[in-house]
């Protein structure tokens, strides 16, 4: 009995590192197939012209191949969309674990759950159709398409995550240290920003992560409602084309292996620079949270 649970949890084991190995593999794989697509580029135009020049022409003769305006505009979309899906995200949050009463919690949680189940087309699609249209009228602009509806978007798509996962993270801090605070006579806000919240900032800060990391990449949603325009925005009512919108949109145009084709996977590498850059200094974010929350309790 005992040599049977001990071959079944090898070939588990053996299993899991298969399975652990092929993920790693695939993603160098991917990674590989990326720089050997996007580096024939630089043979063409310097790695500096391309990443700092202010045009982006590439079907033009002669062709322009700078990036800069696409690199501002992924840049200003996610810190737009960060600024309103972090703050609301967490605080619904917290309203739903330590203030809202048992019923509303268990009527509102799922819907907001639901929310994130929504295809990034139809969210795309509600932008377009309903945002650009009350952004156009309120604010007097020739076009709702913009970096402000993009954010907006994308802060709808990630308020879901953040707010889950927080949720759950703020209902996990055991019960102990909220009744210390309230018995050595704090008050249900003070426990909530000086205990609550600093005992649960390691899940709090994985929840941004998670759902910041859906909006760096995102690509339908900035494609539709973006406004594609490759410049460089003066304001958050100006039209953008993101790093994802400029790929998705002219891939298909783009002929097979010439310059233009270059280019764009010279673009998909600095967009996966970009996220990989992100997510490290989230990481490391994470940790610095998860050693203060340890610290706390």
């Not at 053996?14 to 993603?27: G, K, Q, R």
């Amino acid at each position: 009995m005992a040599n049977k649970r001990q071959k079944t949890e090898t070939v588990m084991r053996t299993f899991f590192l298969c399975v652990a190995t092929a993920s790693i593999v695939i993603l160098f794989m991917i990674m590989f197939f990326l720089f050997m697509e996007g580096l024939p580029i630089f043979k063409i135009v310097s790695v500096k012209d391309f990443i700092f020049g202010k045009y982006w022409y590439p079907t033009s003769d002669p062709a322009d191949f700078g990036i800069f305006p696409l690199i501002i505009a992924s840049m200003s979309v996610t810190a737009l969309s960060a600024a309103i899906a972090i703050p609301l995200g967490v605080m619904t949050a917290i309203y739903l674990a330590e203030l809202a009463s048992k019923r509303v919690a268990e009527i509102v949680k799922p819907v907001v759950e639901l929310l994130a189940a929504l295809p990034s087309v139809v969210i795309g699609f509600f932008g377009m159709v309903l945002v650009a249209p009350f952004l156009q009228k309120v604010f007097d602009i020739p076009t709702g398409l913009n970096l402000f509806n993009s954010a907006l978007m994308l802060a709808f798509m990630s308020i879901p995550t953040i707010c889950s996962l927080s949720e759950d993270a703020v209902y996990s801090v055991p019960g102990a240290l909220r009744e210390g605070s309230l018995a050595l006579g704090a008050t249900q806000w003070e426990t909530i920003i000086k205990v609550v919240i600093p005992a649960s900032l390691s899940g709090i800060s994985t929840a941004i992560i998670l759902g910041m990391s859906r909006a760096v990449g995102e690509t339908m949603v900035v494609l539709m409602v973006a406004g594609g325009a490759a410049m460089i925005p003066g304001s958050i009512f100006d039209p953008v084309r993101p790093m994802p919108a400029s790929i998705a949109a002219e891939m298909a145009e783009a002929p097979f292996r010439g310059d233009h084709y270059y280019a764009l996977f010279a673009t998909g590498i600095v967009l996966f620079l970009f996220t990989l850059f992100f997510n490290i200094i989230a990481d490391h974010i994470a940790h610095k949270y998860k050693q203060t929350g340890e610290a706390t309790l």
